[in-house]
């Protein structure tokens, strides 16, 4: 476990130390994210986070393949070259979409070519559990990859709507990912599932620090060069869980539930943004729209609609992943009855908690409200009171002039003594 936590402190650290040069560098290309009617920013951010996370993925590597229990994923296979390949890729697909905004036709057909080269290296599926345990030939082993990278990398994509949200995601899913192929990998002696420990330790470290400049007020944006490759990482996790682990191995430990975790664990992580995706690809259809249209209708927009606050919308976002995900963890480590108990009971506290913070939102805007009225009343009364008192000291010193002119005149024109006087 600690070869796991060094590559996630190192990954974390990395990302962090990298954000303010790439953020000077994405001023420098001009790389920044204007304000359109769909976003909730005000001001424009520079984006090509995702060069940082890049940086923490590719140390994280490097180190890995130096450290003892990683380092086997290295000696046996290519595939922590491919991911990196892959990482690369993505990240330069992303750059050059976050600069010229690609259209999706074209996005696409990169994020096929950067799935199916890490599908060459090794990561793919090898079986699926339809009816029994169902073993993939090798082109639809590299199809169903190829299929899950993409549906990844748009599904993350897709809920990188408000500050740090993607980000605070795929870290939730990155330590649901490491807590249970941590299990897989100690506890069952599963070499094969080293790999989506470490990928996932890497996905929750360069999330991590990249959301120290990414939480609500952003001073970067991730981009869909960040997009990308955090679902490439999510979707790599996943797909070595549900590919590289027989289930069989996993049958009679405490149920025949955990058989199927692998594949279930991945879809759980991303229930969140693939609810999301798959209403806006419903939504989008049926208005006669591409499927891959912006717009303002996901579900964050629609918890800021609700009247919660930017950090408020962000943190249930938070808690739903959490609750999904660590509870289809806990289904490893506890019976289904007590999981099902508390994951209950978590839900009704999110649900309250959803209503007072919905309530208290409404009190705090009937507060501003009120205070802004008063606010204004206070004003019109003390603007009439400034026009009251210029209107006194202008009538007094209108009097005073007059006077003084009066005066100045009776000095100059003689009296009518003086006239006798002179006749």
């Not at 962090?16 to 790439?22: A, E």
């Not at 690609?102 to 070519?113: E, F, H, M, R, S």
């Not at 899950?148 to 990912?177: K, S």
């Not at 692998?262 to 879809?267: M, Q, S, T």
Request: aromatic share 6%; glycine share 8%; net charge positive.
């Amino acid at each position: 476990m600690r070869d796991y936590l060094l590559c996630l402190v190192i990954a974390a650290a990395v990302t962090y130390v990298m954000v303010p040069p790439v953020r000077a560098l994405a001023f420098k290309w001009r790389v920044i994210a204007v304000v359109r009617a769909r976003d909730v920013h005000t001001a424009p951010i520079p984006r090509l986070g995702g060069l940082a996370m890049l940086a923490g993925m590719c140390v994280t590597l490097a180190v890995a393949s130096r450290l003892t229990l990683t380092s086997r994923i290295f000696e046996a296979s290519h595939v922590g070259r491919g991911l990196l390949i892959g990482a690369v890729l993505v990240a330069i697909l992303g750059a050059i979409d976050d600069k010229y905004s690609l259209d999706a036709v074209t996005k696409i057909v990169g994020q096929v070519l950067v799935a199916a080269a890490v599908a060459g290296s090794g990561v793919q599926l090898l079986w699926l559990p339809l009816g029994g345990i169902v073993i993939l030939d090798p082109i639809a082993s590299i199809g169903l990859t190829v299929l899950v990278i993409v549906i990844m990398m748009n599904a993350v994509n897709f809920i990188d709507g408000l500050d740090g949200l993607a980000a605070g995601i795929c870290l939730i899913g990155g330590l649901a990912f490491l807590a249970y192929s941590y299990l897989l990998s100690v506890h069952f002696d599963f070499s094969r599932a080293t790999l989506p420990a470490l990928v996932s330790a890497m996905l929750a470290g360069v999330s991590f620090g990249f959301l120290f400049h990414n939480s609500h007020p952003a001073r970067i944006f991730m981009g869909d060069t960040g997009s990308m490759l955090l679902g490439l990482a999510m979707a790599t996790s996943a797909v070595t869980l549900t590919g590289y682990v027989e289930p069989t191995v996993l049958q009679g430990t405490r149920s025949a539930l955990p058989a199927f975790l692998p594949l279930l664990l991945p879809l759980a992580v991303i229930a969140i943004p693939m609810l999301d995706l798959s209403l806006a690809v419903i939504r989008r259809t049926r208005a006669g729209h591409d499927p891959f249209a912006p717009d303002k209708k996901h579900l964050h927009h629609r918890l800021l609609e609700l009247g919660h606050s930017h950090r408020r919308a962000v943190a249930l976002m938070y808690s739903w992943a959490a609750l999904v995900a660590f509870t289809t963890v806990a289904l490893v480590f506890a019976p289904v009855w007590i999981v099902a108990v508390v994951s209950t009971l978590g839900l009704l506290a999110l649900v309250m908690l959803v209503m007072r913070w919905k309530t208290a939102g409404s009190g705090e805007t009937a507060v501003t409200a009120a205070s802004a009225s008063t606010t204004s009343s206070a004003d019109v009364h003390t603007g009439q009171k400034a026009n009251e008192n210029q209107a006194v000291e202008t009538s007094g010193r209108s009097s005073t002039q007059t006077q003084h002119q009066q005066a100045a005149a009776a000095r100059i024109s003689p009296t009518s003594d003086e006239r006798n006087t002179s006749s």
